[in-house]
């Protein structure tokens, strides 16, 4: 029996004591791995500049949850439009069950950034240092030498440096690039929280990406988990042609095919699709969870298929159905409603967006007593202001009260006329009613506030309206 055939009943990452079994998947090349490497470069680069990325002169993504600021390329949200992110993760969530329920894990094997990073940065630097993946064996079984310890060493550390990177380039996205500068450049003890955060994220990092691996695709993967609820016999899978490629060439088939004089078929058991397999399965037992559709063994057999003149396509991207020999559908409900709540979902965010003013204002009570008695006729109300400017532009902002309660003699205290808000930032003041206690009746008067934005590059005045409720002693 080969040593690449695995026990039918358990993990091929454990052994019978149930040890995890490190892997050392061979190198391919192929179709795939090509167009699949070119697009790691591209995610990786994306993911390292996207923080450095401004749109005018804002971060474009940004996810300052404890200053509670979002960027999306050149929209800002705030604390207050936090419900708009419901559209924002349904789309993301409800994306990829569409993508599932067309074309199984492809996620998985082209973009997460488990795969993307393991296998096109620490994979690469492992082969760079120890070598192919029989020297990485060889290396890893051989008793410690100087020689051992050096490759050991300088593989960790280069190890150790890829995840600090990948860790700041993470931490940019939600502090900014600006305060990540910052916290560099400044003593971890005016950061203690962040350099916690960094040592942290960076020993997870390097823990998972270095030496934890499909562990956590096959163990704590919530997706993982869950794809084969989300597929079906008409979804795209990696999937090897069983009707085609059995009887594999086991030496048993071979000496049945030479009595009978039949017929082996295409699969020649050499176990390549097994080699390269980095979650360590033999795809030609049907589809398996731990399989996150690497194609991987689609270019290991299609070498082999070459080689032995067969054509290629025995372990393909096809559907059960497929296989079978019948069409699959792809216009099928399943899909369809996940894509009409993804369509849902970008309609009413794009609406919610477009309907969004430029500025919004959140008027509270202040904690201090609910109102100021001045003399015996005059009283005072404070009212914090919370305004977001989310736009691009400087916004001024005035402050009305209806005509009639003006004229009766209320006034509106703000500390600037107007007051100036910064594109994108939010600004905190304090609005003082001052009126007479005339107007109470049964303590209190309900006004409404009219919040003009006088911005001088605006063509049209926009105005808030708020109600505000002033309270005073019963007359
Ligand atoms: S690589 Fe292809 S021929 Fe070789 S064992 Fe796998 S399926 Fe069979
Ligand atoms: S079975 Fe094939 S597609 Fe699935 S993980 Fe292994 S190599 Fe990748």
Redesign the pocket.
């Known amino acids: 029996m080969s040593s690449f055939e695995l026990h039918p009943e358990r993990l091929a990452t454990t052994d019978e004591k149930g040890k995890r079994v490190y892997l050392f998947p061979a190198d391919v090349r192929g179709f795939f791995r090509t167009w699949r490497s070119r697009l790691q470069f591209v995610l990786i680069f994306f993911f390292l500049a996207l923080p450095w990325l401004r749109i005018d002169g804002r971060q474009a993504l940004l996810l300052d949850i404890s200053r509670r600021e979002f960027e999306f390329f050149g929209l800002s949200l705030r604390a207050h439009n936090a419900p708009l992110l419901v559209f924002v993760f349904a789309i993301a969530g409800f994306g990829l069950f569409f993508l599932t329920a067309l074309w199984g894990r492809v996620w998985c094997g082209w973009a997460c950034p488990q795969t993307v990073f393991i296998d096109g940065v620490y994979r690469r630097i492992e082969r760079w240092i120890e070598g192919p993946a029989l020297e990485r064996k060889r290396l890893a079984q051989a008793p410690w030498t100087l020689k051992k310890l050096a490759k050991r060493s300088l593989k960790w550390m280069a190890f150790t440096l890829t995840s600090l990177i990948i860790t700041h380039s993470f931490l940019a996205y939600f502090v900014g690039t600006d305060r990540l500068a910052e916290m560099i450049s400044s003593s971890p003890r005016e950061n203690w929280g962040s350099f916690l955060f960094i040592l942290v994220s960076t020993a997870v990092i390097l823990f998972d990406f270095a030496w934890f691996r499909e562990q956590f695709c096959i163990i704590a993967c919530p997706y993982g988990r869950f794809q084969s609820i989300l597929m079906d016999d008409h979804s795209t899978i990696v999937a090897?042609d069983s009707k085609r490629?059995e009887p594999?060439?086991t030496p048993q088939a071979k000496a049945l095919a030479k009595t009978h004089n039949s017929k082996l078929g295409?699969?020649?058991?050499?176990?390549?699709?097994?080699q390269?397999c980095p979650v360590g399965i033999?795809?030609?037992r049907g589809t398996q969870m731990e399989c996150i559709a690497c194609t991987a063994?689609i270019d290991?057999?299609?070498?082999?298929?070459t080689k032995?003149k067969k054509p290629t396509g025995?372990?393909r991207y096809d559907s059960a159905r497929g296989l079978a020999g019948k069409k699959p559908n792809h216009l099928r409900a399943r899909p369809l409603v996940y894509l009409a709540v993804v369509v849902i979902s970008a309609g009413s965010l794009s609406y919610a967006l477009s309907v969004m003013k430029p500025v919004d204002a959140t008027v509270l009570r202040a904690k201090d007593a609910p109102y100021e008695l001045v003399g015996d006729t005059t009283v005072i109300n404070h009212f914090k202001l919370e305004l977001s400017n989310q736009s691009n532009e400087v916004h001024a902002l005035t402050f009305e009260a209806d005509r009639s309660v003006v004229e009766a003699g209320l006034q509106l205290i703000t500390p600037h006329r107007p007051l100036v808000l910064e594109k994108g930032k939010v600004t905190r003041a304090d609005l003082f009613v001052r009126f007479p206690k005339s107007l109470l009746k049964n303590g209190g008067l309900k006004i409404a506030l009219a919040i003009e934005d006088s911005s001088p590059t605006q063509k049209k005045k926009e105005t808030l309206k708020k109600e505000l409720t002033l309270v005073g002693p019963f007359n």
Do not use: H, K, Q, S
């Open positions: 090897f490629g594999r060439a295409d699969c020649v058991n050499c176990y390549r699709c097994v390269v033999d795809i030609r063994c290991a057999c299609d070498e082999v298929m032995t025995l372990i």
